[in-house]
């Protein structure tokens, strides 16, 4: 009973080895071996945009039902309307393509 | 097969180690493969751990004394369903439950925390690994659940009142509360490793936690019932320490839970929010550390047993890492944004957090205090429960009232005008029910009477909630009133499921104040034939009986029971005699009033030879919605829990890869 759970105990072993080492087995000469990272000023304006526009969805909806007076929402409403214009803005700026981009694409068009 | 159970933890552990420092570097250096490789050793040291957990409750269940711990933990008589609770009945065994629990969230956590993103994921690895890598440690050098010995002919059996239904559910439902904890202190550090303030963490692991506070919540509340029923001394918390473990981190991810949403919703908090979840992960390691360690019964099983150490240690290192990473990220996490009012949505937020953090570091103090008194001074103090129900009442009332105001003001800013528009309803569900209570008798307790008044607030508050909310979502195009309100929970899952889990807090108030402030309580010694009252109920004492069971010996006081005039039917009290264990345990009789939630709690707390019985009775108003506000908080979790197709949509388009001209 010994040996057949040492046994086993060792094929068990040899198969985690095989799972963990898969990665490399798999690809064995990766072309991309970095890790992916995400820009960091254009998560921060996405997590913005989405914060700011949940914000108005809120107060729309907090203000139909009641717990939002007319004289808050027109407090709030203008300021998070300004972040989140400020915001997609931003965003579209850096997802612009450069200006020399842009001139060779029209170039093409034409 | 000890041997296999040996070499899969053994297994277990180095594949812990590897994705630790594996991690580690494939983090540092950027390298994916590695990473994967690392994410891989997680889910193969689950694998390995499940061995070794099948090689156990097989040797449970095959009753195979040779292996110490069955010996010590179960008796060939003991019913299936016993021994195979007896898994987390023992130290080895529930040390390995950590594990397996810990590898298997860790693994599905990372494999389903994609939106963490692959660089908070690859420091998360060796977080988790670093854990999996000391509870592994200590069940293959300390504490091996797979010693072996002569088989004796019988073991040791299972302390009687662990033989109970609720124990096959209740410790594991702490387990993974506890454990499940270390998801979102895991995926914190990663990010601040990662040096990243974004909310992806939090996005990755919202879910984790509310899933981990769930099972902590539904756990403790098992474990009261357990109390209630099995231990036999009239009450369902007694404020013990092992109790007070697993409040304390449960306390402090709901105040994680409520000032996360101020993250989210503001961009405000983080550096709190890291030190909310490194505190319930950490009030977790100590919640495991006092149910396991001894340190509780005395200070002396601290210093010689051999596992008090090392959790010590372990706790020590975990905080020190966590404040080691929050002090040198300070400058990541600082907020660009500021608390704009005193009277806003986010500011009774704050305050909850105030006060649920307080009542967690009193317990806290509670539960240290004896053991440093002793430790340092020699001085055996114990901390009763007048102190817990001071800070209860304290800190319990301002929360409970809060809980009120919160859903009734805005966020950023709220104006007079529209709080009293707002309170309007609330406040007058509750000067009724106060005005109600009074007429009917409750001011014999102002305390009970304030409670209730304000659990009447509470709820004109959350049904004012969903009331207009309806009507709102009803005035955008709903067709029905049902259409609107399932749109309404539909579009905002977390805000409703939470209220849900208000009115389970509001139940779980209204049956403990009512059972324990409006309780009555008699003790009288009968002889067969005598009667006694309590409250509206006259028992009388009929008979004593006596019984054999498979594994105890069983003597029952037969009383009959009748409230005003009319006949409720008779109940049995007693003792149950284990002789395997060489225990006695009081089996209480409870009949309970599915109307008006009140019970009948008798105990036989004396039974004498020649027949005399010194019962002790409760009549217990309103306790059964202490159970009931378990089902309605399973019910408001849920809710929060459920996937929202919507808000999967929008965090799939911010994770998405930009254009490649904004990536060159």
């Known amino acids: 009973m010994s040996t057949l759970a040492l046994l086993l105990g060792a094929g068990l072993a040899v198969l985690c080895v095989l799972w963990v080492a898969s990665p490399f087995v798999r690809e064995p000469d990766a072309a991309d071996d970095t890790l992916a990272a995400p820009e960091e000023r254009r998560l921060a304006l996405l997590e913005e945009r989405d914060r700011v526009l949940a914000a108005l969805k809120q107060l729309e909806f907090d203000h139909r039902t009641g717990t939002v007076s007319d004289?808050?929402?027109?407090?709030?409403?203008?300021?998070?309307?300004?972040?989140?214009?400020?915001?997609?803005?931003?965003?579209d700026a850096l997802d612009a393509p450069p200006a020399e981009t842009r001139r060779q694409e029209a170039v093409n068009v034409r | 097969m000890p041997e296999l159970g040996r070499s899969a933890l053994v297994v277990a552990l180095g594949l812990a180690v590897y994705a630790t420092f594996a991690g580690a570097l494939a983090a540092r250096r950027r390298k994916?493969?590695?990473?994967?490789?690392?994410?891989?050793?997680?889910?193969?040291?689950?694998?390995?751990?499940?061995?070794?957990?099948?090689?156990?409750?097989?040797?449970?269940?095959?009753?195979?004394?040779?292996?110490?711990?069955?010996?010590q933990h179960i008796s060939r008589e003991l019913p299936l369903r016993y021994a195979i609770t007896a898994f987390w009945g023992g130290q080895e065994g529930s040390l390995l439950l950590w594990l397996l629990v810990l590898t298997g969230l860790g693994a599905a956590a990372v494999a389903f925390g994609r939106r963490a993103g692959p660089d908070v994921i690859a420091w998360t690895v060796p977080v988790l690994g670093g854990v999996a890598t000391f509870f592994a440690l200590l069940v293959v050098a300390i504490e091996s659940p797979f010693a072996t010995q002569a088989a004796p002919p019988e073991?040791?059996?299972?302390?009687?009142?662990?033989?109970?239904?609720?124990?096959?559910?209740?410790?594991?439902?702490l387990y993974l509360g506890y454990v499940g904890l270390a998801i979102p202190w895991a995926f914190a550090m990663g990010a601040l490793l990662a040096r990243r303030a974004d909310e992806r963490w939090i996005v990755a692991t919202r879910r984790w936690t509310l899933l981990a506070w769930a099972f902590l919540g539904v756990g403790q509340l098992l474990g009261a019932k357990w109390a209630y029923e099995e231990v036999g001394w009239g009450g369902y918390y007694a404020w013990d320490p092992v109790e007070n473990a697993a409040l304390m981190p449960w306390l402090a991810a709901t105040a994680y839970l409520h000032s996360v949403m101020i993250q989210e919703k503001r961009g405000m908090l983080r550096v709190w929010n890291v030190v909310l979840v490194t505190l319930a992960f950490g009030l977790s390691l100590f919640g495991t550390f006092l149910t396991r360690s001894g340190v509780v019964n005395s200070i002396h099983a601290f210093a010689q047993g051999p596992i008090g150490v090392w959790f010590v240690g372990f706790i020590a290192l975990v905080v020190a890492f966590s404040l080691y990473l929050l002090f040198t990220r300070l400058p990541l996490l600082r907020s660009r944004t500021r608390l704009e009012s005193l009277v806003s949505r986010e500011a009774t937020?704050?305050?909850?957090?105030?006060?649920?953090?307080?009542?967690?570091?009193?317990?806290?103090?509670?539960?240290?205090?004896?053991?440093?008194?002793?430790?340092?001074?020699?001085e055996t103090r114990t901390i009763g429960p007048g102190y817990y129900s001071f800070f209860l009442k304290s800190f319990g009332l301002p929360l409970l009232l809060l809980m009120g105001i919160g859903p009734l003001i805005a966020w950023r800013r709220a104006s007079v005008k529209a709080l009293g528009r707002t309170f309007l309803w609330p406040l007058a569900a509750a000067v009724a029910a106060g005005v109600v209570l009074l007429a009917l008798g409750a001011g014999s307790s102002p305390l009970g009477l304030s409670a209730?008044?304000?659990?009447?607030?509470?709820?004109?508050?959350?049904?004012?909630?969903?009331?207009?909310?309806?009507?709102?979502?009803?005035?955008?195009?709903?067709?029905?009133?049902?259409?609107?309100?399932?749109?309404?929970?539909?579009?905002?899952?977390?805000r409703y499921g939470g209220y849900v889990v208000h009115a389970a807090v509001v139940l779980l108030v209204?049956?403990?104040?009512?059972?324990?402030?409006?309780?009555?309580?008699?003790?009288?010694?009968?002889?067969?034939?005598?009667?006694?009252?309590?409250?509206?109920?006259?028992?009388?004492?009929?008979?004593?009986?006596?019984?054999?069971?498979?594994?105890?010996?069983?003597?029952?006081?037969v009383l009959g029971v009748s409230r005003g005039g009319r006949d409720l039917g008779t109940i049995r009290s007693g003792k149950n005699l284990y002789p395997v264990e060489q225990q006695a345990s009081n089996e209480v009789a409870i009949r309970s009033d599915p109307l008006t939630g009140e019970d009948l709690f008798v105990i036989a707390d004396q039974i004498d030879t020649d027949g005399t019985v010194y019962f002790k009775v409760f009549v217990k108003p309103l306790v059964n919605l202490v159970w009931v506000a378990g089902l309605v908080f399973v019910l408001g979790a849920l809710v929060a829990m459920w996937p929202d197709p919507r808000e999967a949509r929008r965090l799939a388009t911010r994770a998405a890869r930009p254009p490649a001209h904004a990536r060159a």
């Open chain 2, 32 to 71: 994916r493969r590695l990473a994967v490789s690392a994410q891989n050793a997680l889910l193969a040291a689950f694998a390995a751990t499940a061995v070794a957990a099948a090689v156990l409750v097989a040797a449970l269940v095959r009753r195979d004394l040779s292996f110490v711990y069955v010996a």
């Open chain 2, 452 to 494: 209730y008044t304000f659990c009447a607030f509470v709820l004109g508050s959350i049904a004012l909630e969903f009331a207009r909310g309806t009507r709102a979502r009803r005035a955008l195009g709903a067709s029905s009133w049902r259409g609107a309100f399932a749109q309404l929970v539909a579009h905002n899952r977390r």
């Open chain 1, 71 to 91: 004289d808050d929402y027109r407090a709030t409403v203008g300021a998070l309307r300004r972040q989140a214009a400020d915001a997609i803005r931003a965003l």
């Open chain 2, 510 to 557: 209204i049956g403990v104040v009512g059972s324990s402030l409006f309780q009555t309580v008699r003790e009288q010694s009968l002889r067969p034939g005598e009667t006694m009252t309590a409250g509206d109920y006259t028992l009388v004492y009929r008979k004593l009986e006596r019984r054999q069971a498979a594994n105890a010996e069983q003597e029952r006081a």
């Open chain 2, 349 to 378: 937020f704050l305050y909850n957090n105030l006060l649920l953090v307080a009542f967690c570091l009193t317990i806290l103090w509670g539960v240290l205090f004896p053991i440093l008194s002793e430790a340092v001074r020699g």
């Open chain 2, 155 to 173: 073991g040791a059996g299972m302390t009687p009142s662990l033989q109970n239904p609720y124990m096959i559910a209740h410790p594991p439902m």
